[in-house]
């Protein structure tokens, strides 16, 4: 391998870093709830807001910030994210009262953002053939579905050995690697729609119709689904969302040009993405909460749980994803994929009180790795592989908007009907753990439905034939 060659695949290890140090945030701080908790004087109501926060700033800034990369230059914009996060993590580690984390949380998430919404599009500048790029999306997509049970592990050492601080104290070297290391291997590019103008108020709309809908989503089961609140802010969501879409079809400059969405392979895989995150949720969250509250687990054990579908997604995110899509295309890995995971969630649905790992739990994350490892290169590749180099950004911003409001409304809807189910049990005599458990198997079977209506969508709607190049030129580097 030449040593341009190295240096590409050296640049991806990079934004994989990156990305991993952000999806771990979503996980990390879970496991170290109580201590925090504990120390700083959080209400049970109020502690949600640590979480809350990071996921409505991230969740609202996606959009923006893949645009902004566009207009300003990718590598720009991701430095900028990269250190935005590492110094709100630094304050994160440093908070001594809950408004101050909370702010910096909320920073955090801005950063945290803007660089995830740039990387995929960085990614596509540092590999043009097929077959490497599909190689460079599967680790990509090993790293995002993999992030939230190594969060978990990291989560229980760090809080247990040293103390809840460290959680975020450990993103600071690790942040300041990655810029240095970027400063020096990512490509430093023009923005591909330079001279546009940033259309402000189409940002204002979607960012606020974000940020209102998440809000509304996380809140739910806590205000009630068809509560006063809970119905105002979806509304509300609503209204910004129905103005946006008309201020971008009037508009010179959109932020969204909506024609994006007429690209058959990007709408399709957006809609995959969002009820494939809806089904990882059911996996990831569920299972935790089985493994925890009934059979009694730690959150150190729960992490390690992971491990044999992480090891498996593993194999193959760094070899076999990108050969199966090369050589079968990406509808078949992908149908082939999702369906292996609806049948690992359908298998939860038998989840006894009295569980063992091995014959209860094992199965259904072997079987939900290889599900997981062969469906997210092809999602992935399904919705930036037609996509103009001048809308990258916005394209990668786009992709996880629809991951992030996959998994939030999943979330809210399994977490609701989990409930419903375990209060009615209850009701009716059942005992504590089997009413418990009993409201997991319906949610399991709402998640197994949502992998199965992406399976079956992505295998109908998406290109049988493998992926090809973009055809735009790869931008000149910018001098130094």
């Not at 893949?66 to 908070?95: E, K, N, P, Q, Y």
């Not at 008309?246 to 994006?260: A, G, K, M, Q, Y």
């Not at 295309?329 to 009295?354: E, N, Q, S, W, Y």
Request: proline share 4%.
């Amino acid at each position: 391998m030449t040593l341009e060659g190295r240096s590409r695949w050296i640049a991806l290890y990079v934004l994989c870093l990156a990305s991993l140090m952000i999806v771990l945030d979503m996980t990390i701080v879970n496991v170290a709830l109580p201590s925090i908790k504990d120390d700083l004087g959080f209400s049970e109501t109020s502690l949600a807001w640590v979480v809350n926060a990071y996921l409505l700033t991230y969740g609202g800034c996606l959009l923006l910030g893949g645009r902004l990369g566009d207009l300003l230059g990718h590598r720009r914009l991701f430095l900028i994210g990269i250190a935005l996060f590492t110094l709100a993590s630094l304050a994160c580690g440093l908070a001594t009262a809950k408004g101050f984390l909370v702010a910096a949380r909320a920073v955090q998430g801005v950063g945290g953002a803007v660089a995830s919404a740039v990387a995929l599009s960085l990614m596509l500048v540092l590999f043009t053939e097929p077959a490497d790029r599909a190689k460079a999306m599967g680790i990509f997509g090993f790293v995002s579905a993999g992030g939230g049970s190594v969060g978990v592990v990291l989560g229980g050492f760090l809080t247990d050995f040293l103390n809840w601080h460290w959680i975020f104290l450990v993103n600071v070297p690790i942040g300041a690697v990655v810029v240095f290391l970027s400063l020096r291997l990512l490509p430093g590019t023009p923005g591909t729609a330079q001279g546009q103008r940033i259309d402000l108020a189409g940002a204002a709309t979607i960012t606020g119709a974000l940020i209102l809908a998440i809000y509304a989503i996380v809140n739910g089961n806590q205000a009630g689904w068809t509560s006063t609140q809970t119905l105002g802010l979806l509304g509300g969501s609503a209204v910004l969302l129905a103005v946006f879409l008309w201020l971008e079809s009037h508009v010179r400059s959109p932020l969204v040009p909506l024609r994006l969405f007429k690209i058959r392979n990007f709408s399709t895989a957006s809609v995959v993405g969002v009820l494939w995150a809806a089904a990882m949720f059911a996996w990831f969250f569920l299972t935790a909460l089985y493994m925890q509250f009934v059979l009694g687990y730690s959150p150190l054990q729960i992490g390690l749980a992971f491990l044999p579908s992480s090891l498996i997604m593993a194999v193959f995110s760094i070899g076999l994803s990108a050969r199966l899509v090369m050589r079968f295309g990406i509808a078949r890995p992908l149908g082939i994929g999702l369906g292996l995971a609806t049948l690992g969630l359908a298998l939860f649905i038998r989840l006894p009180v009295d569980g063992n790992f091995v014959t209860d739990v094992l199965p259904s994350m072997i079987l939900l790795g290889f599900g997981a490892g062969m469906a997210f290169n092809p999602v992935l590749l399904a919705a930036m592989n037609d996509v103009d180099q001048t809308e990258a950004g916005l394209a990668s911003g786009v992709v996880n908007t629809a991951f992030m409001m996959g998994g939030a409304l999943g979330l809210a809807v399994l977490a609701s009907v989990a409930a419903s189910r375990t209060s009615s049990l209850a009701a009716s005599g059942e005992s504590h753990l089997a009413a418990l458990t009993g409201g997991y198997h319906l949610a399991f079977l709402v998640g197994a439905i949502f992998a199965a209506t992406a399976a079956t969508l992505g295998g109908l709607l998406l290109p049988k034939g493998a992926p090809t190049g973009m055809h735009a030129p790869e931008p000149a580097s910018e001098p130094a």
